[in-house]
């Protein structure tokens, strides 16, 4: 089985451990709702192999209520985006997901005096996004804001892709390495031109790739690259791109993109303020445009001349 499986909507039973009985996880996956960590009041709990945890783990997801009624003992999530509601009845197997009525395999409960739910349905009825990492032995959960989603959509190409960078929650199923930030101390960002949807992110000597999904940023390849004339120093506006071809890549993780058409840069120098910014062309070659020397951050992205 591959490793990583993505799936929308909907989380697997945690692969690599045996289906239990009311058992507290001994290898206790880690949460991940929108790119932050979630420190949740007692650990998931393994039942018939379906995992459950507090309701207030997920609580906090955007554009999404999750509240418990004592007195019908129901969990009521609403998707404050699509306006649907659903409702899980305690030790009720079946649900309401909207107008329609379904089967799950583990109902909500109450162990020690805790409302605990199947995290698989609940964030499926929220509209948010699951992926289960393996390897990392970690759980995405990724539910953009209704401002990030009017954000991609916005006219203003560098209102776009600041959201695309900083607003789209995050899954990262590869393994992140450490950069060296001697070999490079600026930010680098590289974006089809003209485009909002995918950007390579150049940092010390590590270089990602990212693809944005359904208003979800998904980083799906990323390699070190060393420090000689031909990887690092092309980057740094000599000949073209260091993920282009072979060229400077020592190691890599996930599935290398083609790399065609123009491509814009923004290097960002954060400590001086400045950005320096141009085009890269389908053979590789650097023009440098200009230079903005008002930039507060590295994401303060701003319209590149003819685009």
């Given at each position: 089985?591959?490793?990583?499986?993505?799936?929308?909507?909907?989380?697997a039973?945690?692969?690599?451990?045996?289906?239990?009985?009311?058992?507290?996880?001994?290898?206790?996956?880690?949460?991940?709702?929108?790119?932050?960590?979630?420190?949740?009041?007692?650990?998931?709990?393994?039942?018939?192999?379906?995992?459950?945890?507090?309701?207030?783990?997920?609580?906090?997801?955007?554009?999404?209520?999750?509240?418990?009624d004592?007195?019908?003992?129901?969990?009521?999530?609403?998707?404050?985006?699509?306006?649907?509601?659903?409702?899980?009845?305690?030790?009720?197997k079946?649900?309401?997901?909207?107008?329609?009525?379904?089967?799950?395999?583990?109902?909500?409960?109450?162990?020690?005096?805790?409302?605990?739910?199947?995290?698989?349905?609940?964030?499926?009825?929220?509209?948010?996004?699951?992926?289960?990492?393996?390897?990392?032995?970690?759980?995405?959960?990724?539910?953009?804001t209704i401002?990030?989603?009017?954000?991609?959509?916005?006219?203003?190409?560098?209102?776009?892709?600041?959201?695309?960078?900083?607003?789209?929650?995050?899954?990262?199923?590869?393994?992140?390495?450490?950069?060296?930030?001697?070999?490079?101390?600026?930010?680098?960002?590289?974006?089809?031109?003209?485009?909002?949807?995918?950007?390579?992110?150049?940092?010390?000597?590590?270089?990602?790739?990212?693809?944005?999904?359904?208003?979800?940023?998904?980083?799906?390849?990323?390699?070190?690259?060393?420090?000689?004339?031909?990887?690092?120093?092309?980057?740094?506006?000599?000949?073209?791109?260091?993920?282009?071809?072979?060229?400077?890549?020592?190691?890599?993780?996930?599935?290398?993109?083609?790399?065609?058409?123009?491509?814009?840069?923004?290097?960002?120098?954060?400590?001086?303020?400045?950005?320096?910014?141009?085009?890269?062309?389908?053979?590789?070659?650097?023009?440098?445009?200009?230079?903005?020397?008002?930039?507060?951050?590295?994401?303060?992205f701003?319209?590149?001349?003819?685009?």
């Amino acid at each position: 089985m591959n490793k990583r499986q993505v799936l929308s909507g909907t989380l697997a039973a945690f692969l690599s451990l045996m289906p239990l009985t009311d058992v507290f996880a001994a290898n206790t996956p880690s949460i991940i709702v929108n790119s932050k960590a979630v420190k949740t009041e007692v650990i998931p709990i393994l039942k018939n192999g379906v995992t459950l945890v507090p309701v207030k783990t997920i609580s906090e997801l955007p554009n999404t209520t999750i509240s418990w009624d004592n007195a019908s003992k129901t969990v009521t999530v609403v998707n404050k985006i699509t306006l649907q509601t659903s409702t899980f009845k305690l030790n009720s197997k079946y649900v309401m997901i909207g107008n329609e009525r379904k089967e799950i395999q583990v109902p909500v409960s109450i162990i020690n005096g805790r409302v605990f739910v199947p995290l698989r349905v609940i964030s499926e009825a929220s509209g948010a996004v699951v992926v289960w990492e393996q390897q990392k032995q970690t759980v995405y959960i990724a539910k953009p804001t209704i401002q990030t989603i009017k954000d991609l959509e916005s006219s203003d190409l560098s209102v776009r892709r600041k959201a695309a960078v900083s607003g789209t929650p995050k899954v990262d199923t590869l393994t992140s390495p450490t950069a060296d930030r001697k070999v490079n101390n600026n930010d680098v960002f590289y974006f089809p031109k003209g485009e909002s949807n995918q950007y390579f992110y150049l940092y010390g000597d590590v270089i990602e790739y990212h693809q944005i999904k359904n208003n979800i940023d998904y980083k799906t390849w990323q390699a070190k690259i060393g420090t000689s004339n031909d990887s690092i120093q092309i980057i740094n506006n000599k000949e073209g791109l260091a993920f282009k071809g072979n060229v400077g890549v020592l190691s890599e993780e996930g599935i290398r993109p083609k790399v065609t058409g123009e491509y814009v840069y923004y290097n960002m120098n954060i400590m001086g303020g400045i950005a320096r910014y141009g085009v890269v062309n389908s053979e590789g070659k650097v023009t440098e445009l200009g230079m903005n020397d008002d930039i507060t951050s590295i994401k303060d992205f701003f319209i590149i001349p003819d685009e």
